[in-house]
């Protein structure tokens, strides 16, 4: 487990598969602010509200001059078929190797009913176009998070 980059930093960087058989990497974002959100499992209930938060809000994310990936360490078979039956119209990076999630200090030990295991803690990132983070929020509840991104977004 690493520890979790500071706001004013540099974003560690990726290059990863996406959905639709793509590449995406972080240096494809650069002039713009780009909101990269990481998320615990592909079509859960929670994971489900927040990617279709952040989706309803891409047109007003996209004039605040920001993109928007949300990553997990899902399969890409498992992003295409995420994506297609809620419409995201964003990208989902996989990373199944845990790479980025350990850079960005996400892939944490977690408990339920007295058992711990390793999962993915739901955190977003807002890297500026220069590539520093301007903000993190860690340990999100869903309900409001997309608003409250979008807001700093505009602010930033």
Not at 41 to 66: H, V
Not at 108 to 136: A, C
Request: net charge positive.
């Amino acid at each position: 487990m690493s520890s979790m980059p500071a706001i004013g930093t540099k974003a560690p960087p990726f290059s990863l598969p996406g959905d639709s058989g793509k590449t995406i990497s972080l240096a494809s974002f650069a002039g713009k602010k780009l909101v990269l959100y990481f998320y615990p499992k592909d079509d859960t209930s929670g994971c489900t509200a927040e990617a279709k938060d952040f989706n309803a809000l891409r047109a007003e994310f996209q004039a605040a001059g920001a993109e928007i990936v949300g990553v997990s360490p899902d399969s890409p078979k498992s992003h295409d078929k995420f994506r297609a039956k809620y419409d995201l119209a964003f990208p989902l990076v996989s990373d199944e190797s845990k790479a980025m999630l350990e850079a960005y200090g996400v892939w944490v030990e977690k408990s339920m009913y007295g058992r711990k295991y390793m999962g993915v803690e739901r955190t977003t990132f807002l890297v500026g176009p220069d590539g520093s983070i301007l903000n993190i929020w860690n340990k999100v509840r869903v309900p409001g998070h997309a608003e409250e991104v979008l807001k700093a977004t505009r602010a930033a």
